[in-house]
């Protein structure tokens, strides 16, 4: 058996299964490869028609990943996979975020936001005002978008923030994971309520340039029939019904009635709200909103200016 049949067998009994995917792939094949690809110890970029029976193929594979025992491990993982309907990265200690590696478990959710793809594309640097110093991800969860921000913006200082003790410590592996101690600090907050504004560093204090926020935001509806997959992860990342509403948007409520007194002049707030456009646009029918194009269309992330939230 050469590695694309492993993977496409794999492939195959996740489909049969059911399994839900949207945790870092979207398919069956692809989820297949990642586990696979981890189970073998392989870059997961590696040539999946390569012939691993020929040594010439990939020299720093010798003798062959495909050894009986591996194979049996291959096995028990994707049977662990379906049996426990876990996310991936939750069974391999690890997820990517645009091509960024991150520690991840239980205790946070999968990072998959698109607000890394705007970081990374330099999408957002048009609307940056002059002269950006200072950045907060609001909901940090495993400090996946402020690593990707300071990476990003070497001279930006960046604060990194989350109500759950639980996901700060998983934040602070990842952060300590790419010597990112001095650039990136962690703060526990429920919502903007812990953060003082006379926390900032040096000259940079009294407010921010950005704000990033992935919140919860899912409906009520949503969360009544999320897949299991999704039920694995933290509810209080997904949820946005923390005032017992409705539409998913309390915390965004919350946020966006206090945000501008933590924003500087011209200063910008990036929230991604996934599916939840149409909510979002009820509950906020006369704010000055520009969505921005993603991978996932132009109705999943918003930008949001100071003065529009003062206006």
Known sequence: MNLRALVQQCADRLEQAGVAFGHGTTNAFDE???????????????????????????????????????????????????????????????????????????????????????????????????????????CTGNGSLAIIAALVYPEVEVDAADISADALAVAAINVERHGLQQRVRLLQSDGLQNIELEQGRGDHAGGYDLILCNPPYVNAHSMATLPPEFLAEPALALDGNCHGGTDGMDFIRDLLESAARYMRPGALLVLEIGNERAHFENAFPDLDAVWLQTSAGEDQVVLITRDALLA
Request: proline letters at 7%; hydrophobic letters at 45%; aromatic letters at 8%.
């Open 32 to 138: 297949a490869a990642w586990l696979v690809l981890w189970q073998l110890g392989l870059p997961l970029d590696t040539d999946l028609d390569l012939d691993l029976d020929a040594e010439s193929d990939l020299d720093s594979v010798e003798p062959s990943p495909l050894t009986p025992e591996n194979l049996a491990a291959c096995d028990t993982l994707i049977a662990e996979r379906i049996r426990s309907r876990k996310p991936a990265a939750y069974l391999t200690r690890e997820a990517w975020l645009q091509g960024v590696s991150f520690y991840v478990d239980e205790r946070v959710i999968v990072p998959r936001s698109l607000i890394a793809e705007l970081l990374v594309d330099a999408s957002l640097d048009y609307w940056l005002p002059s002269g950006t110093t200072r950045l907060l991800d609001l």
